[in-house]
C-alpha cells in the first residue's frame, strides 16, 4: 500500500473542519430558505389588497393583529406591491383601521386547510388610534420590494399596519409571512 503524504482521512483537532458535498444531477445538494420550510409545513400566508384605488387625500390601509391569545408569533418575510404614480410607504407597530373589509389571507401551500391566526383589516382613509413609524419609505409610480426574511415580529397581542398613499393613485399591498 502506497502512503500519501500531508493527505488525512479524518479532520484534524487543530485545523478547521472540512467537508465535500458531491453535487451531481442525480443527487444535488439543496439548501432552502426559512420561508420556504414554513410554506411546506403549511404555516406561510400572503394577503393582498388587490388593485385598489385611492381617493384624493386618503391613503390605503392593511393591517394584521395578531391576538394575545394566538399562540403564534408572526414573521413577516416581506412587503411588495406597486403604485402609479409617487407616494409614501410606511410600516407602523399598532394603529386602527376603522370599517373596511377582512381581506383572507391565503396559506401558500395550496390546499392546505390551515388557517392564519391573525385578524385583518384593509380600508382607504387615515390610520386612527396609537401607533409608532417602523420604516417610511417614499416611492415613484412602480414596483416596490421589502424583504425582511423573518426580521420583523409580530408576537401576541401585536398590530402590525402598512399605510400607502396618498390618493389619486392605483397602488397594491402585498404582505407575507409564516406563523409559529
Do not use: C, H, K
Not at 96 to 102: C, L, N, P, Q, R
Not at 123 to 147: C, H, K, R
Amino acid at each position: 500500500m502506497e502512503e500519501i503524504t500531508n493527505y488525512n482521512v479524518f479532520n484534524q483537532s487543530n485545523g478547521p473542519l472540512f467537508t465535500q458535498l458531491t453535487n451531481t444531477f442525480s443527487a444535488p445538494g439543496i439548501e432552502a430558505s426559512a420561508e420556504s420550510g414554513a410554506a411546506a409545513a403549511g404555516s406561510f400566508f400572503t394577503l393582498t389588497t388587490n388593485n385598489s384605488s385611492i381617493p384624493s387625500n386618503q391613503n390605503l390601509l392593511l393591517q394584521i393583529i395578531n391576538a394575545a391569545g394566538s399562540g403564534r408569533t408572526i414573521r413577516i418575510s416581506s412587503i411588495l406591491g406597486g403604485t402609479t404614480a409617487a407616494a409614501t410607504l410606511v410600516i407602523y407597530s399598532g394603529g386602527t383601521v376603522t370599517a373596511g373589509s377582512t381581506p383572507v389571507p391565503v396559506n401558500t401551500l395550496l390546499g392546505n386547510a390551515n388557517a392564519s391566526v391573525v385578524t385583518t383589516r384593509q380600508n382607504t382613509g387615515t390610520l386612527g388610534g396609537a401607533f409608532t413609524s417602523l420604516i417610511s419609505i417614499p416611492l415613484t409610480a412602480g414596483m416596490y420590494m421589502l424583504d425582511f426574511n423573518g426580521a420583523l415580529v409580530v408576537p401576541p397581542g401585536q398590530t402590525l399596519s402598512i399605510s400607502l398613499g396618498t390618493g389619486n393613485q392605483t397602488a397594491a399591498i402585498n404582505l407575507s409571512w409564516w406563523e409559529f
